[in-house]
């Protein structure tokens, strides 16, 4: 997307940046986000339990920012990544002159560094640095000492330095700098963590770290494999993965931050740093389908290691390297993003049961065997344990797919992912010739088809429910037609997507289900966004169903929201035309990759039975 200009008022902090105002960088390990004023407010420690650096976005500058802005009250902005790249440009005209400031995180090696170099454009421009240092969400204020070249920063298991290209006086534990800034001259910092039991960084160049890292991105970009209309727009949303992914493993996680709100000021603040395998089949098909196949391999694997053990006890989510303790707490010293509490850190979802995980996980094996990926003999050993669980568990209630805080039910949608492992199963020994009582999974591939549609579907209303029994609708069933439970064409899909369109589009953007009424499913209090990647499978079904203008005009509307550096959040609050959820939202970019093959395919399709 093209960059855009605005008035930023970076000195008032008591009017808080929106969350579309930020940008990610990242080293494949951990990221940063950086705002639109020059601040960074929210950074990820490279250790599992991802305690955060700074926490500026939950609480306010007291718990730890860095920001470099100019020292004018008001300036203009405009902002945009290097091609191809997480590289970070913003640039501030002053009334004296312009700057640039250049922000990334090399690929991550040994240590995980945060480059910033500020670059005069024109003019002088008047500078400040302010750096808190706070770890563990905001709450310890580190002990800093002065080394010949660097400030040393330790409390407990972290150590960070800091190589400043200006000079800095330091005061009640924030360290500052003011310096002008003329055309043609650069001013480097470099912000490095590390363990801190563990020898100092040495000291490096950071005009060569952000060489190294715009080359190291370019190489990887170049081997995007879409070539369609909507190419920078996948593009972007590919490196957002990429980004978000924790490269030893493989795991990908669903954002980089906890506690951003669905609603704002509201309850339902939940912590996204974790690996999902709801996320496993659309995430392998966006990755394959894109050209990234050491990725999807990769993906895999993690997959393939974190369900290990009894399928009864698979799980709805891991940490990044496979951790299955996630405990949830409340970090009540954090105010919260504009007022939003409680702030939590762990996903107490970890102890739900979610049957549709067992479809996800099968769908995924499935899609990496179609892609044509090496074999793991682990694979098909896994989805038999799945499978002799499925066959005696599919019956189960169970939280579902949004990990409802309620009561357990008959999810519509779970009993349709267990039809689709079911189906999974089958498809292995037919088309794969790997050894399974093909005749008993038919049987039980019939038998849920055949309750899902006795059950689940609502004669009268010409819908399929949210759950057995319920009038309600939910946005997870447009994913019938996508996993191939029924084709478009049926007209229980079609009566199904009207439903959804009547009944949770707002403004045309799909909610996940209504949250306002008497007896909502969830318990919580009413009110959330609507829901970014339901509102992509519905741009999949209009273009099943041939309403390709209409596939068309709301995948441009979805485009849209992108902030101008082209990242999504989980939601967005169609009131106030604000950005809401965790940020950058891996699900929603995952949907957005698929959904630009869907349409491009589409329109391959139309444009073939034109010319024949």
């Known amino acids: 997307m093209a960059p855009q200009s605005r008035l930023n008022q970076s000195e008032d902090d ?15 390990h951990t990221g940063a986000l950086v705002g639109s004023d020059g601040s960074i407010d929210w950074l990820c420690l490279p250790r ?3 305690a955060a650096a700074f926490a500026a976005l939950l609480g306010g500058p007291q718990h730890g920012r860095w920001l470099l802005a100019p020292a004018a009250r008001e300036h203009r902005v405009r902002r945009k990544y290097r091609g ?18 250049i922000d990334c995180m090399p690929h991550r090696h040994e240590h995980a560094d945060v480059v910033r170099i500020v670059e005069g454009l024109s003019g002088r421009v008047r500078m400040r640095m302010e750096l808190a240092l706070r770890f563990d969400y905001g ?9 010949d070249d660097r400030l040393l920063f330790t409390a407990g298991p972290d150590g960070a330095t800091l190589q400043a290209g200006v000079a800095t006086t330091t005061e009640d534990m924030v360290t500052r700098a003011e310096f ?28 060569r770290l952000v060489t190294e890292t715009e080359a190291w991105w370019r190489d990887w970009t170049s081997r995007l494999g879409y070539r369609g209309e909507w190419r920078d727009a996948v593009l972007r949303s590919a490196i957002t993965l990429k980004a978000l992914t924790y490269e030893p493993t493989g795991g990908i996680v669903a954002a980089l931050t906890t506690s951003l709100p669905e609603k704002l000021g509201g309850v339902r603040n939940w912590d996204y740093r974790y690996v999902w395998l709801r996320d496993a089949a659309f995430t392998l098909d966006a990755l394959t389908a894109s050209g990234y196949l050491d990725e999807a391999r990769a993906w895999r694997d993690w997959l393939l290691r974190a369900a290990a053990g009894d399928a009864s006890k698979l799980q709805v989510m891991y940490g990044p390297a496979g951790e299955r303790r996630l405990p949830e707490m409340e970090a009540g010293w954090l105010p919260g993003y504009e007022g939003s509490r409680p702030v939590r850190i762990g996903n107490a979802a970890v102890g739900q049961f979610q049957l549709d995980v067992f479809g996800e996980v099968m769908d995924a094996l499935h899609l990496a065997r179609q892609s044509g990926m090496e074999p793991d003999p682990a694979a098909w050993a896994l989805q038999r344990a799945v499978m002799e669980f499925l066959e005696s568990s599919w019956q189960q209630a169970d939280q579902g797919i949004w990990e409802v805080r309620g009561p357990r039910r008959q999810f519509t949608h779970s009993k349709v992912m267990a039809w689709v492992a079911f189906d999974r ?3 292995a020994v037919e088309r794969s010739g790997l050894p399974g009582p093909i005749d008993r999974w038919r049987r039980l591939r019939a038998e849920v088809h055949a309750d899902v549609c006795r059950q689940g579907y609502d004669g009268d209303r010409q819908t399929f429910t949210q759950s057995y029994g319920s009038p309600a609708v939910d946005a997870s069933l447009l994913l019938l037609p996508l996993v191939g439970f029924l084709p478009a064409s049926d007209e229980r899909v079609r009566g199904t997507v009207a439903a959804v369109e009547r009944e949770l589009c ?17 318990g919580l209090p009413p009110g959330e966004g609507a829901f970014l990647a339901c509102s992509f499978w519905l741009v999949d079904n209009l273009t099943l169903l041939g309403r390709h203008d209409d596939a068309r005009q709301l995948c441009q509307r ?3 929201l992108q902030n101008d550096v082209g990242l999504l959040a989980e939601q967005y609050d169609v009131g106030r035309r604000r950005l809401v959820g965790n940020f950058p939202q891996a699900f929603s970019h995952v949907a957005l990759i698929n959904t630009a093959h869907s349409l491009s395919r589409s329109a391959a399709e139309v444009e073939h039975q034109a010319e024949s």
């Open 14 to 28: 008591s009017l808080p940046l929106r969350i579309e105002d930020y940008a990610l960088i990242g080293d494949t």
């Open 506 to 522: 707002q403004d045309g953007f799909v909610l996940r289900y209504a949250t306002d009424e008497a007896g909502a499913v969830d």
């Open 84 to 101: 191809g790249t997480l590289v970070l440009e913003t640039e501030f005209q002053t009334d004296t002159g312009a700057v640039r400031l």
């Open 425 to 427: 199963a089958v498809q």
């Open 180 to 207: 002008v800034v003329a055309e043609g001259q650069r001013v480097p910092f470099l912000l490095s963590w590390f363990p801190s039991h563990t020898p100092l960084p040495e000291c490096v160049d950071a005009e």
């Open 139 to 147: 709450q310890i204020e580190p002990w800093m000492r002065r080394l």
């Open 558 to 560: 979805l485009l849209g």
């Open 48 to 50: 599992f339990d991802s």
